[in-house]
């Protein structure tokens, strides 16, 4: 009788320990789901510092953790515009198989530099063609000036906005701008109609001081004074003729990207 009242102890006891393991294991299996995901910043042509470096990170991890989508920034000294830079943007996604991905690649080659922006999964929608090009243009005043960490600070914070806002939203009509000149239109508009009708009317016409039922015209003459002739040459007949070019031209593929720009 004694070890049936101390069982109900022990299994109270080993219980307890059970509960504590499964509460710790729940954060990680909630993030299962991202387990594969996570930030690269690859700086092989050696841009940025590590400090700089250590912030950009905590940017990518920002998207990454809000909109489970992985930021790889990659930068290489032999990388040029005249290399297939698409293909070696893609091999270098390859490598890293993640669904949602963003990815911002410089290439330093000396006299040829390049840097383009791409998206994948959710990203390709969400940072599609339109505001990949519009991320490239923000960045390329800093790029073009050295400025490498701001310009990559540019890319991150664009790249966060974006993802957390539909391309729809782009439409001018969501425009504060545009927004602000509705608002006067419709505020000047019925002022201007109320201005207008507050004023006096004429009343007065031609037809105030004249009696068109007793009028009537009661003469009238034609006077002749002269006639003008114009002689016109003859236009000569002309035997030659003209000739157009005409030429086939290819078409380029498109690509979810913003195109890349040269620095």
Request: hydrophobic share 35%; charged share 20%.
């Amino acid at each position: 009788m004694v070890i049936y009242r101390k069982q109900p102890g022990y299994i109270l006891k080993y219980s307890r320990y059970v509960f504590i393991i499964l509460m710790a294991l729940i954060p990680f299996l909630s993030l299962n789901k991202t387990a594969c995901a996570e930030t690269i910043i690859q700086d092989d042509a050696e841009i940025i510092s590590s400090d700089e470096e250590k912030k950009l990170q905590g940017l990518c991890d920002k998207i990454l953790k809000e909109y489970d989508t992985s930021v790889y920034i990659w930068t290489d000294s032999d990388i040029s515009g005249s290399s297939n830079f698409t293909y070696l943007m893609e091999m270098f996604v390859a490598t890293h198989p993640d669904k949602n991905i963003i990815i911002l690649m410089v290439g330093m080659c000396p006299g040829d530099r390049i840097y383009e922006v791409q998206g994948y999964g959710i990203a390709e929608e969400m940072v599609n063609n339109k505001r990949c090009g519009k991320i490239l243009d923000d960045m390329h005043s800093d790029m073009a000036n050295g400025n490498y960490y701001s310009a990559m600070q540019i890319f991150c914070q664009k790249s966060y906005t974006y993802m957390g806002r539909h391309p729809r939203l782009d439409s001018i009509i969501f425009s504060p701008v545009f927004q602000f000149i509705i608002c006067l239109i419709a505020g000047i508009v019925p002022v201007a109609i109320i201005a207008y009708n507050s004023g006096g009317r004429t009343t007065v016409n031609s037809h105030t001081y004249l009696d068109i039922n007793n009028s009537r015209v009661i003469g009238s003459f034609d006077r002749y004074t002269h006639t003008t002739v114009k002689r016109t040459a003859k236009p000569r007949d002309n035997d030659s003729s003209g000739g157009g070019s005409s030429g086939g031209g290819g078409g380029g593929g498109s690509h979810s990207s913003g195109g890349g720009r040269s620095f």
